[in-house]
Structure formats: structure tokens, C-alpha cells
């Protein structure tokens, strides 16, 4: 006869008495800040949303949210609970999805991150790869910086990212699988004085100013580390921005200095917009990959969008020929 973990008879015994609109208004009430809207968002009476507190607090033993003139503000308790309650309704959401999506075929919804840079030809590919192959399958995408897709990874409102690990941290919680390789070229608008002169080097282009991404970005990072490796520092930077269309767009309107990915500087080159300026930068960029939790479980929807994703990068994707 198997016997159950004693451990997991006293997780049982607690988990036993919550109930999913406990979970549910906590995460309302570090929302809304209320107890009245958080109600009002359950379709509960204000009593009937204070007793749930109460019954949840008593449950585990700890004072989930403090009243202050501000609002109702989450304890320290209160924003774990909140985290696991986030992850757990999602799971039991996406367990309906799945359950659903086995009798019908492969459905469902995937939240999908991905850089800008993966999106024209990568993402879009495999999009339209499961447009054919999975027509019922639904992909939610959001684009921003890797830093910004791994914090809503980390989360629990992402399923799956398209881009780079940054930190330690990411790397010892997540799973990492390279897609895609690219290159960093040094861009400027088509009007630039830089475009005439022979012999550039690198410290030549440190004494203009230049647009980059936020210190937190891969990006940044890998020109940081260029520079650094040259010995020396950082050129002056009057505009920090994410996106690669603000960039071009500065660029081409401006005497500054940008670095993108091969595959946005190919696409507004190929318009005349930008052209390139012929110095390399010493430090690469890691390449762009697929970047899952690692105590997350696969299901059958999410494994078909990462297997597409896949698929395109076989293919030899070059990122991005147009936005």
C-alpha cells in the first residue's frame, strides 16, 4: 500500500479549506486597493468579500492586507499569496483550456513574448505555420525589451519568451534554448558627415552622441561591453529608447549614432533610410532563444507554438526584414 507523504497530508489539510474566490480577492484587492471595487469585481456584497479575507487570513495564519488612508495595501504575505494565487488560477484556467482543447484537438490560448527584433520573420512565421496546422490554437503576443518579457514571465502572465536571458537569477530559474544568431552594426542616418570619412574607429565614434537602449537591455549591455573592451567609456547618449522605430527614426533625422540588430539595420538600409557605418563592435549579442520557467510544465498548446517557433528558426530566419 503507497503511502502518502505525511508532509503532504499537512499541505492538504491547509489547502483543503481555501477557496478559489479567497485566491481570486486577494488578487482583487492588490488591484483595485478597495475592498469595494475589489468586490464589485467578484460580483460580491462588501461583507461577502470581508468575510472571504478574513476566512483566508485565518487559514494561513497571517494579515494578508493592512488599511491605510491609501487603500487596502498588500503585507509581505500578502504579496506571496498573491503571487501563488496569480500562477494557481492560471494553471486551473488553463486546465479547463486544456482538458477542452484534448477533445476538440489542439486549443487553447499561449501568452507569447517576444523582442522586437524576433517578431517580423520569427514570430510571424510561426504564427502563421499554426494558423494553418491549429486554426482553434490562440496566441496572445507582447512585445518589449527581454527585461521587460521576464519579469511578466516571472510572473506568471507569459508563457513562453522570444529573447535573452540577462541575469543570474534568469538563468538559474529558467530554461534557455538559442533560436536564432545575430550581429550588432553601428547605423546612422543617410545625411551623416561620418559617412565621408575613411578609417573610423571606434573611439572616433565615442566623441558623438549616440541613442541607446536602457542599461537594463541585452542590447545596452553588449555596447557597454564593446566600448569597455576597447578601453573606452561610454559615448554620450542623449536618448534612451526600446524602440527600434524611435531609433531609426532619430537616427535618420539627426547627426547621433545608433546600434541595432543586423536584421532592423538590413530593413531600413534596404529603404534608404539608415546605412551603416563600417566598424565592428568587439562584443557580440547572446543569441535569441525560446525562454521558459523551469518548474513550469509544457502543455500540449504551448509545446506546438515553441515547436513552430522552432521550425522557422530551422529555416534560416534572418530577424527582422520589417516591422
Not at 19 to 46: D, F, G, P
Not at 121 to 132: D, E, F, K, P, T
Request: proline share 6%; hydrophobic share 45%; aromatic share 2%.
Amino acid at each position: 500500500m503507497t503511502r502518502v507523504p505525511a508532509t503532504f497530508n499537512l499541505l492538504s489539510a491547509t489547502l483543503s479549506r481555501l477557496k478559489l474566490r479567497q485566491l481570486a480577492l486577494v488578487l482583487a484587492l492588490i488591484e483595485t486597493k478597495t475592498m469595494h471595487r475589489a468586490a464589485e469585481s467578484l460580483n460580491l456584497s462588501q461583507p461577502a468579500a470581508t468575510k472571504l479575507l478574513q476566512e483566508i487570513e485565518r487559514t494561513l495564519g497571517v494579515s494578508l492586507f493592512e488599511r491605510q488612508p491609501r487603500g487596502m495595501v498588500p503585507t509581505v504575505y500578502g504579496l506571496a499569496a498573491g503571487r501563488h494565487a496569480r500562477l494557481l488560477l492560471r494553471d486551473l484556467n488553463r486546465l479547463q483550456q486544456e482538458m477542452e482543447g484534448l477533445k476538440r484537438g489542439i486549443e487553447g490560448t499561449v501568452q507569447l513574448g517576444a523582442v522586437m527584433a524576433a517578431v517580423p520573420q520569427l514570430v510571424a512565421g510561426a504564427l502563421a505555420r499554426l494558423g494553418q496546422a491549429h486554426p482553434t490554437l490562440r496566441v496572445s503576443l507582447l512585445t518589449d525589451t527581454s527585461d521587460g518579457l521576464l519579469a511578466e514571465l516571472h510572473a506568471g502572465r507569459l508563457d513562453v519568451v522570444v529573447g535573452r536571458p540577462i541575469s543570474k537569477r534568469d538563468r538559474e530559474s529558467l530554461t534557455w534554448e538559442p533560436l536564432v544568431d545575430e550581429e550588432i552594426r553601428i547605423v546612422v542616418g543617410t545625411g551623416n558627415p561620418l559617412l565621408g570619412l575613411d578609417g573610423l574607429t571606434l573611439a572616433d565614434l565615442a566623441r558623438e552622441t549616440w541613442v541607446l537602449q536602457p542599461a537594463s537591455t541585452p542590447m545596452r549591455q553588449a555596447v557597454e561591453a564593446a566600448f569597455a573592451q576597447s578601453g573606452l567609456d561610454l559615448p554620450h547618449h542623449s536618448v534612451e529608447t526600446v524602440s527600434m522605430l524611435a531609433t531609426a527614426s532619430l537616427l535618420a533625422r539627426t547627426s547621433m549614432i545608433g546600434a541595432v540588430p543586423d536584421s532592423i539595420a538590413s530593413y531600413f538600409i534596404a529603404l534608404d533610410t539608415l546605412a551603416e557605418l563600417p566598424v565592428a563592435l568587439p562584443a557580440g549579442i547572446e543569441p535569441c532563444g525560446l525562454i521558459t520557467l523551469a518548474d513550469r510544465p509544457i502543455d500540449p498548446a504551448l509545446e506546438c507554438v515553441m515547436a513552430a517557433l522552432r521550425e522557422t528558426a530551422q529555416g534560416e530566419v534572418v530577424l527582422v526584414d520589417k516591422f
